[in-house]
DNA sequence: ACCAAAATTGATACAAATTCTCATTTGATA
DNA sequence: TATCAAATGAGAATTTGTATCAATTTTGGT
């Protein structure tokens, strides 16, 4: 059921827990690596995977974007930033299955679950002066 | 304002439009491809992010997937299949703007918008057989 | 503790989906 | 129609992973 406690799913997850904000796989990499140089990247990628499959720690898919990784697993959204692509909660209640129900009568196909992705601008970047003229 | 119009994206803009369902670039590309083997791929790439850039078509980003893209701009959300990948229309009312305001007071970023991606099983890969099994 | 089987690892190749580079061509406009 | 920025095409490069596979490590009985 649980995989195998390796030395090196407990450095993975160690590290994911003290990073305090939604690292992506390869940000998790080089943490690790800075304390470990004999972790391989291909290991961080597999151990944080097969964590997220197993409900331990949580996969935040990004539209466009490398997944992000949380050790907390309670339901929330997220935001993305347009100009750091920084990733962030937003704590507003869920809405679960009823609007999958919703979505099933509308689409007829079946509904698993649905993810709201917001995109927007962190408070650091809005400091920065000027957009950056897409 | 508007970009450039050049025979290549007015080509490629007319096969999105005579394709039904979300194609993504690629099978934009091999569509525009079969009638006009000298456009390049990096064309059709960047045609579909310009003229999605400029609102006169619609770009769909996927979680863990490739863009898609479709020739109706209005608004609303999308399903994915978790089998076949196919991307359909769920034609429920979006709840635009004050879903924004309340993530904005939420979580103190600037927010410009937000998608909502359903996930779930598309009806013809209902009809076949038992899952893959993950 | 010891062993075998199964899972995991590390190195590296491979893959998908774009994006970038840059020389060349083309479209909009003065 | 001359000009010149924008667009194109070919292919390299990038980003974000997954697959392969031999070597190593865990786990679960004995």
Request: aromatic share 4%; glycine share 8%.
């Amino acid at each position: 059921m649980a995989s195998r406690q390796t030395v090196q799913s407990e450095i993975i997850v160690g590290a994911l827990e003290r990073m305090a904000n939604h690292p992506t796989a390869e940000e998790v990499y080089e943490a690790v690596r800075a304390e470990h140089p004999g972790i391989g990247r291909a290991t961080v990628f597999r151990v944080l995977g097969r964590l997220s499959d197993e409900g331990r720690i949580a996969r935040v898919r990004i539209n466009n974007g490398a997944d992000h990784f949380d050790h907390r697993t309670f339901e929330h959204h997220h935001v993305r930033c347009e100009r750091c692509g920084r990733v962030d909660d937003v704590l507003l209640e869920p809405r679960g299955r009823e609007v999958d129900e919703a979505a099933e009568r509308a689409s007829g196909w079946r509904i698993s679950g649905h993810t709201v992705q917001f995109d927007g601008v962190c408070p650091e970047c809005q400091k920065v002066q000027a957009p950056p003229a897409e």
